[in-house]
């Protein structure tokens, strides 16, 4: 998976890899970059985001996810602008998803969506970090450090696959749920509640899904070996042909 490859290649400090795009051909080259270029415009790895937890001032005073209204909307975001998932992530999202069956592409949406790959983020609700858990979601899920990011990813990747068994076959019940709770979705007529934050984070959670998905879970045959540092102007293609990938642009 794409995910492993990035974790072989790149730096979890300061890595940020710009891809060229999926053609579904799994025998297709696939070029990554640490440039913007024609050839590679997707930033799929952004550089590595604060994992330290917020400071009880912070987490008191300073709310990051809206719960409704304009801002709300705001702070998840448009639907096709999905964020690069940080680079130090990437492995936590990849062991998670391992871990409790369900896809990476899916956790990191949904923590994109969550709180925007923020890990000291704290909504006015009560919910707690990238995957913003609830207390009592944490506690049901093991969770004994929900600042701790990889403990906050498992439990959320724990409860959306109590949520996808749950709701089998309808994962955009399963995100509603996620959203606004099992109990909405049940007493919605098992369909997505008719709230405004929960109508608009299904699509946008699924969409997002997709954008990583074609990254994130192509299946690629062959790396490149890994390098203490990649030069300021590098690119170098992957090809899942037989003998050594070679490098196409070098400074």
């Not at 080259?29 to 550089?47: D, G, K, Q, R, Y």
């Not at 403990?151 to 959320?156: A, S, T």
């Not at 299904?202 to 490149?224: D, G, M, N």
């Amino acid at each position: 998976m794409f995910a492993g490859l990035l974790m072989a290649t790149v730096s979890p400090v300061c890595a940020q890899v710009y891809v060229s795009e999926p053609t579904g051909d799994v025998d297709a080259p696939l070029v990554l970059s640490n440039f913007s270029s024609s050839e590679t415009p997707h930033l799929i790895v952004a550089p590595a985001a604060a994992v330290a937890p917020p400071s009880r001032a912070e987490a008191a005073s300073r709310p990051s996810i809206p719960a409704t209204g304009p801002t709300a909307q705001a702070a998840v975001g448009r639907i096709h602008a999905a964020p690069a998932v940080p680079a130090n992530l990437m492995a936590v999202f990849a062991s998670a998803a391992r871990e409790h069956g369900v896809p990476a592409s899916l956790l990191m949406a949904v923590a994109a969506a969550e709180s925007g790959f923020n890990a000291r983020a704290v909504s006015p609700k009560g919910a707690l970090g990238l995957m913003q858990l609830m207390p009592q979601t944490a506690r049901q899920h093991g969770v004994r450090e929900v600042w701790s990011v990889l403990d906050n990813v498992r439990g959320g990747a724990a409860h959306l696959r109590q949520l996808l068994t749950r709701f089998p076959g309808r994962p955009a019940l399963a995100l509603a749920a996620y959203n606004a709770g099992e109990q909405a979705v049940l007493k919605a007529g098992s369909q997505i509640p008719p709230f405004d934050e929960t109508q608009r984070y299904v699509p946008k959670v699924l969409a997002w899904q997709t954008h990583y998905q074609k990254f994130v879970e192509q299946p690629i045959t062959r790396s490149y070996p890994q390098r203490k540092a990649m030069p300021p102007v590098a690119e170098r293609r992957l090809a899942s042909t037989q003998g050594t990938p070679r490098t196409i642009r070098q400074p």
